[in-house]
């Protein structure tokens, strides 16, 4: 008698999920090139003030699918970062990867400013230096898609960062502040 039950519930619940629809949340690829400005580097003192980075993004759509709901994306970055060494400083390279959230603020108009905020990790190599260090990157962003109309969407985006690693040689940890200056595309 149990195994009847459990076999009609089991016919029951498969008839009702294959006659539901599922629908796929819409996503969208960015790519993006970007200028980097170091506000306060403790971890290379001497390093370099500036320089340009080269990030890919691919995200879900997770709200604003009504006409009263704006959109919101969670996505997940993975970005690399070039500063070339400054003076007698050595050059940094940074790795950096993990999520990212855009409430976009305007809906169905022709520039779309957004809001965002990431968590990253960041995997930085340091120029005659062997290993790498490994950190965490807090990104506030503000920025624009400019909305042609089309399956690609260019966009602008300011954002601040501050980021934080331990030392090669202290046993304390360093902090890095900057500022970023970004353009891309974003694909649906």
């Known amino acids: 008698m149990r195994s009847r039950f459990v076999l009609i519930v089991l016919v029951f619940i498969s008839l009702n999920v294959q006659s539901q629809?599922?629908?796929k949340a819409p996503k969208q690829i960015s790519v993006e090139l970007g200028y980097r400005y170091m506000l306060s580097n403790d971890l290379v003192p001497d390093g370099g003030s500036a320089g340009y980075g080269?990030?890919?993004?691919?995200?879900?759509?997770?709200?604003?699918?009504?006409?009263?709901k704006?959109?919101?994306?969670?996505?997940?970055?993975?970005?690399?970062?070039i500063l070339p060494g400054g003076g007698a400083?050595?050059?940094?390279?940074?790795?950096n990867y993990g999520w990212a959230v855009r409430h976009m603020i305007g809906k169905g108009q022709v520039v779309q400013p957004y809001l965002g905020y990431g968590?990253?990790?960041?995997?930085?190599?340091?120029?005659?230096?062997e290993g790498q260090l490994f950190g965490?990157?807090?990104?506030?962003?503000?920025?624009?898609?400019?909305?042609?109309?089309?399956l690609i969407k260019?966009?602008?985006t300011l954002e601040y960062s501050m980021a934080r690693h331990p030392q090669f040689d202290l046993a304390e940890s360093s902090w890095l502040h900057f500022m970023e200056l970004k353009a891309g595309i974003r694909i649906k």
């Open 70 to 81: 704006r959109a919101v994306y969670l996505s997940v970055p993975l970005g690399y970062t």
């Open 21 to 23: 629809e599922l629908e």
């Open 89 to 95: 400083g050595p050059s940094q390279r940074m790795l």
């Open 119 to 129: 968590l990253l990790l960041n995997q930085v190599s340091i120029e005659g230096r």
């Open 54 to 68: 080269f990030m890919i993004d691919y995200a879900w759509k997770l709200s604003g699918y009504t006409p009263s």
């Open 154 to 156: 260019p966009y602008i």
């Open 136 to 150: 965490h990157q807090t990104r506030f962003s503000f920025g624009s898609n400019i909305n042609p109309g089309s």
